[in-house]
C-alpha cells in the first residue's frame, strides 16, 4: 500500500538514466522525481539533453540504462499496445513550434488524439471538444478553422497546447513553450499555464531557458549539468548552492532581471496591510 501512495504522489521518477549516440553520452546515471501537481522547470545548457529527458520520460527515446516510472508503469524498456492505450492518454505534450500537422486544420489536429484513443466517439461529439479545448488554450473560436500556416508563432503554440489538453491528460509536458515569444505573448502563456495547471489539476514538466518562466510560474527548479540533474529545488534553494553554472545562471544578469522583475510584481501584489 505503501508503494501505491508513493506513486501517486511522484507520477514521474526516473533513475539511473544513461543516455548516448554512438560514443556520445548525453545521461549518465541521471535521477529525477517529478511530484504530484507540481510545476517542474527543467533547465541546463544546449546539448545537455533536455528534450532528450523529456523523450525518454514519454518513450519516444529507449535509454541504454536505467529505469523510467510513469504513473508506477516502466516505460524505459517499450510499452505493448495494450500499456501505451492505458498510460499515454494519462499524459500530452506539446513540443517545441507545436509540431503541427501543415495539412490539417487546428480543430482536425486537436482530433488527431481523439480519434487515435476514442475512436467510437461520433463526429459531432469530437468536433464540440476540439473546438473547446481551442478555447481552453486561450485561442479564439474561429482559430480552429485555421491552418497552421494561417496562424503566428505564438497562435501556433497554442494551438499544439490544445492538441495536448485533447485527452484531459493529468501530465503535461512543454518543451520551450515560450520560446520565440515577445515578453508580453510569453507572460500571457505563462499565466495560461499555471491557470491550467491550478483549475484542471495537472502536474506540468517544462523545460526553458526563460528565466522569467522559471521565477513566475514554476514550483521547483531540476538543474541538468554533468550528464545528470546537479540539484533539484525551489530557486532560493538551487541560489543557496555553490555549483559555478547555477550561480552563473540565476545570477547573471538576466537571472537578476528576473529576479528583479519577480520581487516587483510581488511588492505591487502586496496590500498596506499586509506591507504594515
Not at 545548457?45 to 541504454?64: A, E, H, N, Y
Not at 489539476?201 to 526563460?210: A, F, K, R, S, Y
Not at 540533474?229 to 550561480?247: K, N, S
Request: with cysteine; aromatic share 6%.
Amino acid at each position: 500500500m505503501s508503494g501505491e501512495r508513493e506513486t501517486a504522489q511522484t507520477p514521474i521518477v526516473v533513475t539511473g538514466l544513461r543516455n548516448a549516440f554512438g560514443e556520445q553520452v548525453i545521461h549518465e546515471n541521471l535521477d529525477l522525481t517529478v511530484r504530484r501537481g507540481e510545476i517542474l522547470g527543467v533547465v541546463g545548457g544546449s546539448g545537455s539533453g533536455k528534450s532528450v529527458l523529456m523523450r525518454s520520460i514519454i518513450g519516444l527515446q529507449c535509454p541504454s540504462e536505467g529505469s523510467v516510472l510513469v504513473f508506477g508503469n516502466e516505460v524505459a524498456d517499450g510499452i505493448d499496445e495494450m500499456e501505451s492505450r492505458a498510460i499515454r492518454p494519462r499524459w500530452g505534450v506539446m513540443f517545441q513550434g507545436g509540431a503541427l500537422f501543415s495539412t490539417l486544420t487546428v480543430a482536425e489536429n486537436v482530433e488527431v488524439p481523439l480519434r487515435q484513443f476514442h475512436p467510437d466517439l461520433d463526429d459531432e461529439l469530437r468536433s464540440q471538444i476540439a473546438r473547446f479545448k481551442v478555447q481552453l488554450s486561450g485561442l479564439p473560436e474561429l482559430a480552429a478553422y485555421k491552418y497552421p500556416s494561417e496562424l503566428s508563432g505564438g497562435m501556433r503554440k497554442r494551438a499544439g497546447l490544445a492538441r495536448a489538453l485533447a485527452l484531459d491528460p493529468e501530465l503535461l509536458f512543454l518543451d520551450e513553450p515560450t520560446a520565440g515569444l515577445d515578453p508580453i505573448g510569453a507572460a500571457a502563456f505563462d499565466s495560461l499555464t499555471r491557470e491550467l495547471k491550478e483549475t484542471l489539476g495537472l502536474t506540468v514538466l517544462l523545460i526553458t531557458h526563460d528565466l522569467d518562466t522559471l521565477y513566475e510560474i514554476c514550483d521547483r527548479v531540476a538543474v541538468i549539468a554533468e550528464k545528470r540533474v546537479i540539484a533539484v529545488g525551489t530557486i532560493p534553494e538551487l541560489l543557496a548552492t555553490d555549483h559555478p553554472w547555477i550561480q552563473e545562471y540565476f545570477n547573471g544578469p538576466r537571472g537578476r532581471a528576473a529576479k528583479a522583475s519577480k520581487e516587483r510584481l510581488v511588492g505591487m501584489d502586496k496590500s498596506p496591510a499586509q506591507e504594515a
